[in-house]
């Protein structure tokens, strides 16, 4: 596939931002000598990232890269999704999950030099109500640690302050029950969900292994264990994908879930805070183009 015309959408205050302007200012400059045009789109602002990609849709680009961390990912995202307009990934930001997922290089040069390649996948993307996500919806624990993520914390120590808030969440440890409900009818209590749509999470977990972003269905973990001690043994299965085997874990493989709760339970996608149940979560089939 032969990219022409290219928008690459970041946030300049991210990071280290000579490091990060000099990195973007470098992708720009080796595309256009590659023949490429290239439109280079700041944020300067939180979800500034999706109304950049729909100006960048509407006005011709045929790629949009962006570059930054899961979080940007999936704003962009929002405005690709079902169109013919390839997603690309520049992994460069606290979480970038999609890229290891991928195998996607950070180092600008070999960026371009995919780009230039071409090659991409039709990828199934996640749809939770009205929102898409790309790797996954976490429902219950990761949620209730991403929301109490402080952003200056994450600013100065990076993925370090999702480890502070985790350690906060397990001493409060305020699990709440919901349940899910299957097109079969099946029926779960649940206090923990992952819908993944890919093998990778972060942190080295792989809790939902035998996802991948090809396959047209979501990978479903379902825990409904209530002590923190359940919990940390299944995050060390995890690293390795063995906690599908402990007790009170279900792993099931769905095109459409409803998951509903008697309290305001956190939802997260693909690493952000998108608010509360009730959720229906819906798999859409290659749905994204995403360069690889």
Not at 67 to 83: I, P, R, S
């Amino acid at each position: 596939m032969a990219f022409s015309r290219i928008a690459v959408i970041y946030n300049p205050n991210a990071g280290r931002t000579r490091e990060r302007q000099a990195a973007v200012d470098r992708f720009a400059y080796l595309l256009r000598e590659a023949g490429r045009s290239v439109d280079v789109c700041p944020t300067e602002q939180p979800l500034h990232a999706t109304a950049l990609a729909r100006r960048a849709v509407a006005s011709g680009c045929d790629l949009v890269v962006a570059h930054g961390g899961d979080g940007t990912m999936n704003e962009v995202l929002q405005a690709v999704v079902g169109t013919p307009v390839t997603l690309g990934v520049w992994p460069g930001g606290t979480a970038n999950v999609l890229a290891a997922e991928i195998g996607f290089p950070e180092r600008v040069d070999e960026v371009v030099q995919r780009i230039v390649t071409g090659r991409a996948i039709a990828a199934t993307v996640g749809k939770a109500n009205e929102r898409h996500f790309l790797l996954m919806a976490g429902i219950g624990l990761d949620a209730g640690v991403v929301a109490g993520v402080d952003p200056e914390l994450k600013r100065r120590l990076g993925k370090g302050a999702f480890g502070v808030a985790a350690l906060q969440y397990i001493y409060r440890w305020d699990l709440a029950p919901f349940r899910i409900t299957l097109p079969d009818g099946e029926e779960f209590e649940a206090r923990f969900l992952v819908a993944g749509n890919a093998g990778a999470y972060g942190g080295g977990f792989r809790l939902t292994p035998e996802a991948g972003l090809t396959d047209p269905c979501l990978d479903l973990c379902i825990f409904s264990a209530e002590a923190r001690f359940d919990y940390l043994r299944a995050a060390a299965a995890a690293v390795v994908g063995a906690h599908r085997k402990l007790p009170g874990v279900t792993y099931r493989k769905v095109q459409r879930a409803r998951v509903t709760g008697e309290f305001p339970i956190p939802v997260h996608l693909d690493g952000e805070v998108a608010g509360h149940l009730p959720l229906t979560l819906e798999a859409v089939p290659a749905a994204v183009q995403l360069l690889v």
